[in-house]
């Protein structure tokens, strides 16, 4: 089955509202645009309602780094799926490693979070990924598959269809260490089987995304394999004209 590249930005806790707002301007397309990649970027809250006044017909989408799973009342500080639609979000990042770590995010939590931002018509970016010592131990494969059946179990599998799972070794994150294209492709390839298993067919559909120290010079290779959909990019999504090479390096398919 086809599917599209998708290249998401996560700018983590970076850049405020003009400084969103001048990337915005030197991302814009040359005419002609991304060609066939899809493109969403991770902003802070704060710069959202920006960036989405500032990328009005420019094809690229809005993703939320974080959703809470209750739609309104007394949660001093979250903000809601509905919120999140309000400002014209497509994407939501769920259970990025950083928040499992710092923020002590559960696989319950993460997998509540996913099934209320389908519930809104939001597109759940499941982060899963092994540390280093699960790897060096053999257990990586192992490891992830349990997170992707934690987090989808609960979900249909129509919902389940809905999902993209973003294959994040923890190692890996703004490290400059990457595993080997062959070894993601083993990943993403387990990770599809995991899906299969729970979902049947829709997981032929299903984009998995590759992060973890992307950059211009490394896209290709992850995209070129034939489980590997797209990449979240972390630091690589912050300078504007980089960000615009590495997704022209990514129009492989
Ligand atoms: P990195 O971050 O590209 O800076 O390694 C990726 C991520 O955390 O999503």
Same mark, same amino acid.
């Given at each position: 089955?086809?599917?599209?590249?998708?290249?998401?930005?996560?700018?983590?806790?970076?850049?405020? &509202?003009?400084?969103?707002?001048? !990337?915005?301007?030197?991302?814009?397309?040359?005419?002609?645009?991304?060609?066939?990649?899809?493109?969403?970027?991770?902003?802070?809250?704060?710069?959202?309602?920006?960036?989405?006044?500032?990328?009005?017909?420019?094809?690229?989408?809005?993703?939320?780094?974080?959703?809470?799973?209750? #739609?309104?009342?007394?949660?001093?500080?979250?903000?809601?799926? @509905?919120?999140?639609?309000?400002?014209?979000?497509?994407?939501?990042?769920?259970?990025? @490693?950083?928040?499992?770590?710092?923020?002590?995010?559960?696989?319950?939590?993460?997998?509540?979070?996913?099934?209320?931002?389908?519930?809104?018509?939001?597109?759940?970016?499941?982060?899963?990924?092994? #540390?280093?010592?699960?790897?060096?131990?053999?257990?990586?494969?192992?490891?992830?598959?349990?997170? &992707?059946?934690?987090?989808?179990? #609960?979900? @249909?599998?129509?919902?389940?269809?809905? /999902?993209?799972?973003?294959?994040?070794?923890?190692?890996?994150?703004?490290?400059?260490?990457?595993?080997?294209?062959?070894?993601?492709?083993?990943?993403?390839?387990?990770?599809?089987?995991? /899906?299969?298993?729970?979902?049947?067919?829709?997981?032929?559909?299903?984009?998995?995304?590759?992060?973890? @120290? &992307?950059?211009?010079?490394?896209?290709?290779? !992850?995209?070129?394999?034939?489980?590997?959909?797209?990449?979240?990019?972390?630091?690589?999504?912050?300078?504007?004209?980089? !960000?615009?090479?590495?997704?022209?390096?990514?129009? &492989?398919?």
């Amino acid at each position: 089955m086809e599917r599209k590249i998708l290249i998401v930005g996560n700018w983590k806790m970076n850049k405020d &509202v003009s400084e969103a707002v001048v !990337f915005a301007k030197e991302f814009y397309p040359e005419p002609g645009g991304f060609g066939d990649v899809d493109v969403a970027v991770c902003p802070p809250f704060t710069a959202m309602a920006a960036l989405k006044e500032a990328f009005t017909n420019t094809g690229i989408m809005l993703g939320a780094q974080n959703v809470f799973y209750e #739609d309104r009342g007394a949660f001093t500080g979250e903000v809601s799926p @509905s919120m999140l639609k309000d400002l014209g979000c497509k994407f939501v990042i769920i259970g990025h @490693s950083e928040r499992r770590e710092h923020m002590k995010e559960t696989d319950k939590e993460i997998g509540r979070k996913v099934m209320v931002a389908l519930k809104h018509r939001l597109t759940p970016i499941l982060c899963v990924g092994e #540390d280093l010592k699960q790897r060096e131990m053999g257990r990586a494969v192992g490891f992830v598959r349990v997170q &992707v059946d934690k987090a989808l179990v #609960d979900l @249909s599998s129509e919902e389940m269809g809905r /999902v993209v799972i973003a294959y994040e070794p923890v190692w890996a994150i703004g490290t400059g260490r990457t595993p080997t294209s062959g070894q993601v492709e083993e990943m993403c390839q387990a990770i599809r089987a995991t /899906v299969a298993g729970m979902a049947g067919a829709v997981a032929q559909g299903m984009r998995i995304l590759y992060g973890g @120290s &992307v950059q211009k010079e490394n896209i290709a290779q !992850f995209v070129q394999e034939p489980n590997i959909d797209g990449a979240l990019v972390g630091g690589a999504s912050l300078r504007a004209a980089d !960000f615009r090479e590495l997704i022209a390096q990514a129009q &492989v398919r």
